[in-house]
Structure formats: C-alpha cells, structure tokens
C-alpha cells in the first residue's frame, strides 16, 4: 500500500502535531474539526512552531514553505474520503470516536486504512465497528508529537500484516520509532506512565508531600525531565483520568483505582495547563503549586 495523503481527524493538541510531521515528510495533509476556529488556531500553530524549527537550524524556510502549502482544512468529514490514510485524533471517549467513523465509513474508498491516536481505548473494539477491520490499528502518537521520537503501533484481532508493515513503513518516513503494543487497556506508555502519575496523586492526597515536594523527588531522586504532577497537567487531567478508568475498567483491579483527588480536579475544571490551572497555578509568569 502506498499513502499520499493522509486525513487528520481533530485539530487540537495532537491533532496539530500530527499534520505537523507529515506535512514535514512529504505527505498531503487534510486537517479537519468540528471548528473552524480550532482549524485556524491549529494551522497558525503549525506555522509557529516549523518557525520555531528554522531559528534553531532544524529546518529550512523553504522547506518549512513547501510543507504548510501541503496542509490543509476543511470542516466536512466527507473531504477526507479520498485519503490513502485517515488518522482519528479526537477527544478520548470512545463513543465521540465510534461516531467519528459511523460519519466517515459511507465516504472513504476502499483502500483507505484507519487509525486511532487513542491512549487507551480498545483498538479490536473501534475496528469492530467499521466496514475495514483488517485495516484498522492503532497509531499513539506521543505529546508533544514534533519532539517525541516514539510511537505507538497496536495491531486488533483483525488487522493484517501489509496494514501493519505499511503503517510500519509511514513511522521509518516520519523520522520516528515504532514500538510494537498488544491490544490491552492503555497499551505499553500509558500502562506504566498512568499508574504513576495516579500514585503521585495519591501521594499528595494522603499528605505525604505537597506538589512542589513531589515532583522535585522525582525529578531529582529518579532523573525524570518532568514530575509526574507537572506531566499530569501537561497531559490534561481529564486525559490522565480518562486512562486511568479505562484501566481500571478493562483490568478490573483495584491498583488501578483513580484517586479522589484527580477526580475532584476534573470536576472542579482544573485540567492543567489547557485550563490555567491544575496541579499548578498558570495564570501568573510562573505556576504555582494549588497543594
């Protein structure tokens, strides 16, 4: 199979990255959301951030030229029809997901393989619900998409092996990595990453340490670049407990329970840096533990 062209389904902060790199690799990207707004701000984005990429030498104007003039937006699902590969990355609920492809299947041609950016959600179950099992898979991007080397290939039940080797081949043309994921709750990253940051929540639940506390005994005591906290707001908490349901649901253990805490964050609207405020305070010139 040869892809070309490539649909992004979802404008916002993976979305945007994902158009990002294949414009940069040389494929026609078509952007598309529910929002017209979103769809500019992710376009500007774009071009900010390949900006950002010529001052530091990583690309040239030129090239960062060509790639936006690849890229483009639509808000009709349709328009993605004729796309050699379509890429869902939209909120992570999976019946918001399942109505993405109930709208998109009667458009596509034949040959057209579908992915899901999903973090956690049943690739097998998603691809059950189309006409093209066998040319369904998952594709996790890592965040942010430009910088991040990894990602994610989750073959279902159904997938055949030349979706998977073209899917492997697309990742070798990114520049990127491509670690190979069973089809279980949350994959390989978010099966170990998410019960972490949960204890760390737990952690600052039960008094053991305030935010700053924990994340500087991380990040010192374990050399991680980010304290599960500040990574948790980074992610989106809504995010990190979307995942961790998905885990305690599909896994049925215990260990996997989300903490209280992060449930009444996301109740409360402090989902992390989307929304000025989580585990940190973003409103000032610099954040500002909430614990």
């Given at each position: ?17 994902i ?47 060509t ?9 009709k ?27 998109l ?42 910088v991040m ?5 989750i ?91 998905v ?17 009444k ?24 533990p909430?614990?």
């Amino acid at each position: 199979m040869t892809i070309q062209s490539v649909g992004v389904i979802g404008a916002g902060q993976m979305g945007n990255g994902i158009a990002h790199v294949f414009a940069l690799a040389g494929y026609d990207v078509v952007l598309t959301d529910i929002s017209r707004e979103a769809l500019d701000k992710a376009v500007a984005l774009i071009d900010r951030n390949m900006e950002r990429q010529v001052s530091r030498g990583k690309i040239t104007t030129e090239v960062k030229k060509t790639a936006m003039a690849r890229i483009g937006s639509t808000m009709k699902l349709s328009d993605l029809g004729q796309c050699d590969l379509v890429i869902e990355a939209a909120t992570e609920r999976e019946t918001v997901k399942q109505a993405i492809f109930e709208d998109l299947l009667p458009h596509l041609k034949p040959t057209t393989i579908l992915t899901s950016n999903t973090s956690s959600i049943s690739i097998t179950r998603l691809a059950s619900r189309t006409d093209r099992p066998e040319r369904f898979m998952g594709f996790h991007f890592m965040n942010p998409v430009p910088v991040m080397q990894l990602v994610e290939l989750i073959r279902g039940i159904v997938t055949d092996q030349e979706t998977w080797d073209t899917m492997h081949d697309v990742v070798d043309r990114l520049g990127k990595t491509a670690a190979s994921a069973e089809d279980f709750p949350a994959f390989i990253v978010n099966r170990i990453l998410m019960p972490m940051i949960n204890e760390a929540v737990y952690t600052l639940y039960e008094g053991v340490g305030n935010v700053k506390s924990i994340d500087m005994a991380l990040k010192l005591g374990a050399n991680h670049p980010m304290g599960p906290l500040e990574l948790a707001d980074f992610i989106g908490l809504d995010t990190c407990l979307a995942i961790m349901n998905v885990l305690h649901e599909g896994l049925a253990d215990t260990k996997y329970r989300p903490c209280p805490l992060l449930v009444k964050y996301v109740e409360a609207g402090w989902l992390g840096r989307k929304t000025g405020r989580g585990f940190y305070d973003y409103r000032g010139e610099a954040p500002v533990p909430t614990r």
